[in-house]
Structures are given as structure tokens and as C-alpha cells.
């Protein structure tokens, strides 16, 4: 079947301007996570959505992210007035239930993100 | 929250078995260990979970010890396709956070 799919594939912007960056999950998947992973690093959690709430957005670096969830499935990543320090690979992963922690993940292939 | 520690990398050559080792000692009851494996311009994918003691699957094993402060991803006979980050994770504390380990590059050499 279809996995987590992410676009675009990659996305090159001038700073200041706003993203907006799309994940589209595994069909039925109540889960879905956003990652940020600049290059050589490892994984650094965004937010997690239980159906189309977020419980806890802590995780967002600064209020220049947003995120969003509709109808338990596709979700929007907007990063407004983009720095340079914003240029990673933004990672996506959805899971069956509700971010149990024996759930697999399953992620995406990720959008590349370069800032100039 | 149960935050992890392990190798940054590690080398290999084929056909060798590889034991990767994740600290988390404030792991919480409730807690599973997960391992991810990525590779480059991939993004993670599932490799083996375990509660305690020891799980095994088709692809590798996951030994636990008893008080469950670390964990040990071991994978038998490597080749040059195993060459990849592998990530633990550690099951979060409030369900709302998910965090995985710095990774440990692993490069395995002919």
C-alpha cells in the first residue's frame, strides 16, 4: 500500500518569506509526527497530532512554526518568516494508533528545506 | 523524559556481528526501546522493539538486561548495505514527546 508521503521533495526559499510544507499519511493512521533533522544530526521531535489535536506544541522551536491537522489526515507544517537556521530536511511519520509507544512509525521521505 | 546515549559511530567489516548499546537510565515503567535505522536522504524505518530481556526478529536482536537502563541493538554477519544510522528510541514519558538518540553512524568496510 501507499506510505507517508511528503512534498514538495524540496523547497528552496529566501529568508523572510513563508513555507508551507505537506505531509500526507498512511490511510487510517490516528498518529502523525513531525521531525526536523539538520544535516548530520539526529532526529529532533516537532509536534504530534492524536487524530487532528496536537496535545502538546512545546516542541515547536519558536512561534515562527505552526502545524496542523485535518479530518485525521493530511498536515501542514507553516514556517513563517523563514531564517537560514530553518534549512533541514523536515521529516514526517505517521502511526496506527494513538502515539502509543509500541507503535512503529512510519516516516516519509522528507522535504528539504534550503533557506538562502 | 527518558533521554538516550549512544555511540556517535561505529566500523565494521562484513560478515562481523555488530552490537550497538543505547543508554537511558531514567527509563520509566512504562517505557519500550525501539530501533530505527536510516539511511542517507531516507527518512527511519522500524528495525526491532523490546520490553526486557531479549526479542529477535529477521532482522537482528535486541537484549535488554534487568533493570533495563540500556539496551543492545546486535546485528549478525553485517554487509555493506547495513551501512546506515541507527536510532533508539525510548517510549515517552507523557505520550506527548518523542525522543530519539543522537544515532550511531555505522560504516561498514569491505
Known amino acids: 500500500g501507499a506510505g507517508v508521503s511528503q512534498s514538495p521533495s524540496n523547497k528552496v526559499t529566501e529568508k523572510g518569506k513563508d513555507v508551507e510544507l505537506r505531509c500526507d499519511p498512511i490511510?487510517?493512521?490516528?498518529?502523525l509526527y513531525w521531525y526536523r533533522q539538520r544535516l548530520g544530526q539526529g532526529l529532533e521531535f516537532l509536534i504530534y497530532?492524536?487524530?487532528?489535536?496536537?496535545?502538546?506544541k512545546s516542541g515547536l522551536p519558536s512561534d515562527r512554526f505552526s502545524a496542523e491537522r485535518t479530518g485525521e489526515s493530511v498536515s501542514t507544517l507553516t514556517i513563517q518568516r523563514t531564517q537560514q537556521e530553518d534549512s533541514a530536511v523536515y521529516l514526517c511519520?505517521?502511526?496506527?494508533?494513538?502515539?502509543?509507544?509500541?507503535?512503529?512509525?512510519?516516516f516519509g521521505p522528507g522535504t528539504r528545506l534550503t533557506v538562502l | 523524559l527518558a533521554k538516550t546515549t549512544q555511540p556517535i559511530s561505529m566500523d565494521s567489516y562484513e560478515g562481523q556481528e555488530v552490537n550497538i548499546t543505547c543508554s537511558h537510565n531514567?527509563?520509566?515503567?512504562?517505557?519500550?526501546i525501539t530501533w530505527y535505522q536510516q539511511f542517507p536522504s531516507q527518512g527511519p524505518r522500524f528495525i526491532i522493539q523490546?520490553?526486557?530481556t531479549k526479542v529477535t526478529n529477521e532482522v537482528a536482536s535486541l537484549f535488554i538486561p534487568a533493570d533495563r537502563k540500556s539496551s543492545t541493538l546486535s546485528l549478525p554477519r553485517v554487509s555493506l548495505s547495513d551501512t546506515a544510522v541507527y536510532y533508539c528510541?525510548?517510549?515517552?514519558?507523557?505520550?506527548?514527546?518523542?525522543?530519539f538518540g543522537s544515532g550511531t553512524k555505522l560504516n561498514v568496510k569491505p
Open positions: 511519520a505517521s502511526s496506527e494508533k494513538s502515539g502509543y509507544p509500541t507503535d512503529t512509525q512510519y
Open positions: 490511510s487510517g493512521h490516528t498518529a
Open positions: 497530532f492524536q487524530g487532528n489535536s496536537a496535545p502538546d
Open positions: 531514567n527509563i520509566a515503567t512504562n517505557d519500550y
Open positions: 523490546g520490553y526486557k
Open positions: 528510541l525510548v517510549g515517552p514519558y507523557n505520550f506527548n514527546k518523542f525522543y
